[in-house]
């Protein structure tokens, strides 16, 4: 069964408007989660990595201050992505890492998100 | 993270067909998994590897580690319509993110 969730699975919203995705472990605890975000037909991209208690680390070229990220919990990171424009319309998705067993990062099932 | 290379980027193969795809580095990999992404889906894991030269089966998938642990292939015997997506190879380390490259886009015509 699934070990990450994420909600919602789709969104559409308006330009201008911001929206809150959710990652969560659902049966360990992670204090390291990522954030990737996937264009069609493109790679995932590695955005940054949320820890736990403090700031995030973001990759070179993703603003912070447009996708808040906030690790609250050792099971739920949230990304959320401020003032939405078209151009961020993508594939987002959470991983955790896990130790035990050779299948060491968990993915969730992403979030679609549609800006129109 | 350190990122291997992976060939074709796209193969169109007719349904029973074999399917292979590569992935190279140009250094000592510690590891190597795989992962499958079928559209509109997350990565999957399928497997990692880990020893010189090891050899692993999952059904019609093969999984091979070359022996100077540089490069890595995915062989698919007698493809079927539910092999298409795509497949990423990427090393593992511990807790740092994995670094995909462009994967192989594997489509499959009935």
């Known amino acids: 069964g699934a070990v990450v969730s994420q909600h919602p699975s789709r969104v559409i919203c308006k330009s201008g408007t911001s929206v809150k995705i959710e990652c969560r472990s659902l049966?360990?605890?992670?204090?390291?989660m990522f954030w990737y975000r996937q264009f069609p037909k493109q790679s995932l991209m590695l955005m940054a990595t949320?820890?736990?208690?403090?700031?995030?680390?973001?990759e070179q070229g993703v603003e912070k201050d447009k996708f808040l990220i906030n690790h609250a919990s050792l099971t739920l990171s949230t990304l959320t992505v401020t003032s939405a424009h078209p151009e961020d319309s993508s594939f987002y998705i959470c991983?955790?890492?896990?130790?035990?067993?050779?299948?060491?990062?968990?993915f969730g099932p992403g979030t679609r998100l549609l800006v129109l | 993270g350190q990122q291997v290379m992976q060939i074709p980027q796209y193969q169109h193969v007719q349904e029973g067909e074999d399917f292979t795809t590569y992935c190279n580095s140009s250094?000592?990999?510690?590891?190597i998994q795989w992962y499958k992404q079928r559209p509109g889906g997350h990565p999957v894991f399928l497997i990692q590897?880990?020893?010189?030269?090891e050899v692993k089966k999952q059904k019609r998938l093969t999984f091979q580690f070359g022996e100077a642990k540089k490069n890595s292939s995915l062989h698919i015997t007698a493809t079927q319509t539910t092999d298409v997506g795509t497949y990423f190879c990427?090393?593992?380390?511990?807790?740092?993110?994995?670094?995909f490259g462009k994967g192989t886009r594997l489509s499959v015509i009935a």
């Open positions: 991983s955790a890492p896990r130790s035990g067993g050779p299948e060491t990062q968990y």
């Open positions: 590897l880990v020893k010189s030269g």
């Open positions: 250094t000592t990999l510690s590891n």
């Open positions: 049966d360990f605890q992670a204090t390291t």
């Open positions: 990427t090393r593992n380390s511990g807790n740092t993110p994995l670094v």
């Open positions: 949320s820890n736990e208690g403090s700031k995030a680390t973001y």
